[in-house]
């Protein structure tokens, strides 16, 4: 078994594979590539596709027989027209059958946990939630994905940390879950390829927010690592993928219904997303203010959702008496401040750790710095509107600017920006305009794109209203197998029937 780190880890699906003609010689060269247009047809006209429909498509994207624009129309018809329960199922089996299926030790049944966010700007929840879950004794197989649309990926904030391996073999992953308890990977050649590939595709054709797609995404990822539970935070507002929060609860709905067909135990919280989480927009600066929560600080608002999601996962699993319970223990875990040196270290390569001080290795000082500009209001007051504008000042095109592109080859890691809440106004004289955001940059020509859009940004429609003057809570609902809302602004308040194996299922998907 190799140790983590060690050379020839497996080959990341390449931008082009699948997306551009495919790998697998002209398109009609494999049995049923012909079919693909007649499927595409009857999704197209609102027709339903059947089991062997779904696998021939999914086989076709994963062998490379079909076409980048077959796949474009294909996400585009399903975008359109929508699947029902069981075409978004099968979907997810395919996809999650496209490459191998994890095995880990019968030991650890109980202890195989993973949580999954929708997304949103600023929402670093992963990073810091995966190591406090190991420090409470379960084992994390995290399979994570990169940016879409507006909001950053996992793995690209990962990789702005210099040195760390997103690609890791099954048998590296057990290591790292038997020394460190939890890896947070990419999809791979071995590791559900079909969604590595739709996951690209849907970011270059306007996809990202098909309810059926997002499902099996999700799903298809967490249904090949044997977990015994899972907590998937569905996000709506101004900074999240979704603005509706009905929308968000149907997918709620689904992804709860889907993850029982498949035998897994879900619970799927909806949390409001109308600001940025915590204070840090950007890779760089996202990774920065994830290790300060590690290390027993950080923002209270990311810390609350943190303590509350892992709470919900350590109720789930076993690990925890009541969903209260689970969330005092992720508490305690941050405060410890010991997970700052332990957590995903074993993902470095060797020579980024070998005879260095693990909490130095992972602190902050490794990161990289950018110049910091000043850029300044034109006057008090405040300001309210479409929270995408920060991430899109923050990143130029939020996600990957190439069907599943790293971001390193752009030096785009260190950009983002940091939010500055103004402090309480005084009694008269007026009180002073707020501290400016600051705005990293990385080279010249970046930054003087990024100050034009920045001054767009500082128009009163560019920001939120901080979330303390909004009254929103912070978890708005929980959704269990029915579909009924549950814990209506807090999750410790009730506990949630979770899925267990098909017994009910929710409404169907229509988007």
């Given at each position: 078994m190799a140790a983590p780190g060690t050379p020839a880890p497996p080959t990341p699906i390449a931008p082009g594979d699948g997306l551009l003609g495919g790998r697998g010689g002209p398109p009609d060269s494999m049995p049923g590539a012909k079919q693909l247009p007649v499927l595409i047809r009857r999704k197209r006209d609102g027709g339903r596709l059947s089991e062997e429909d779904i696998k021939g498509f999914i086989s076709a994207v994963v062998e490379g027989s079909a076409q980048g624009a077959q796949i474009g129309a294909m996400l585009m018809a399903i975008r359109l027209q929508g699947m029902d329960l069981e075409e978004t199922s099968a979907l997810t089996q395919a996809m999650a059958r496209s490459g191998e299926q994890l095995q880990w030790p019968a030991a650890w049944h109980q202890q195989l946990v993973d949580k999954h966010s929708t997304g949103g700007v600023g929402d670093k929840v992963s990073l810091i939630l995966a190591p406090a879950l190991a420090a409470c004794g379960c084992k994390v197989p995290m399979?994570?994905?990169?940016?879409?649309?507006?909001?950053?990926?996992?793995l690209d904030k990962l990789e702005s940390i210099p040195g760390f391996n997103v690609i890791q073999s099954p048998q590296q992953m057990q290591v790292l879950l038997e020394q460190v308890g939890c890896c947070i990977v990419g999809q791979s050649k071995e590791l559900v390829p079909a969604d590595g590939i739709l996951y690209a595709a849907r970011d270059v054709t306007a996809t990202v927010d098909s309810l059926p797609l997002i499902t099996a995404s999700i799903l298809s990822k967490k249904a090949v690592e044997g977990l015994s539970a899972l907590v998937i935070d569905v996000k709506f507002g101004g900074a999240a993928v979704f603005p509706d929060q009905e929308k968000a609860r149907e997918l709620a709905r689904a992804l709860v219904g889907v993850g029982a067909d498949l035998g897994?135990?879900?619970a799927a919280a909806l949390t409001a997303m109308d600001n940025p989480l915590g204070r840090n927009v950007g890779h760089t600066l996202e990774v920065e203010e994830a290790l300060l929560c590690l290390?027993?600080?950080?923002?209270?608002?990311?810390?609350?959702l943190v303590t509350r999601l892992g709470g919900v996962l350590l109720w789930l699993s076993g690990h925890a008496g009541s969903s209260a319970q689970g969330t005092a223990r992720i508490a305690t875990a941050l405060d410890d401040g010991k997970l700052l040196g332990e957590s995903l270290t074993g993902q470095m390569y060797p020579?980024?750790?070998?005879g260095k001080d693990q909490k130095t290795n992972m602190g902050t000082t490794i990161l990289c710095c950018a110049p910091c500009v000043r850029v300044t209001a034109p006057g008090s007051g405040l300001a309210s509107?479409?929270?995408?504008s920060v991430a899109s000042g923050a990143l130029p095109g939020g996600g990957s600017w190439a069907p599943q592109a790293p971001l390193w080859p752009w030096g785009l890691w260190p950009l983002g920006v940091l939010l500055r809440?103004?402090?309480?106004?005084?009694p008269p004289p007026p009180p002073p305009p707020p501290p400016p955001p600051h705005l990293h940059c990385w080279a010249l020509g970046l930054l003087e794109r990024c100050l034009g859009r920045q001054q767009e940004i500082?128009?009163?429609q560019g920001i939120l209203e901080p979330r303390e003057q909004?009254?929103?809570?912070?978890?708005e609902a929980q959704v269990n197998l029915t579909g009924h809302s549950l814990c209506s602004a807090s999750l410790p308040a009730h506990e949630v029937s979770a899925a267990h194996g098909g017994s009910g299922r929710p409404h169907t998907l229509s988007h």
């Open positions: 399979i994570s994905g990169r940016g879409l649309g507006h909001t950053g990926g996992t897994l135990r879900v290390d027993g600080t950080g923002p209270p608002d990311l810390r609350d020579t980024q750790t070998a509107g479409q929270l995408n809440q103004p402090p309480p106004p005084p500082c128009q009163p909004t009254g929103l809570p912070l978890v």
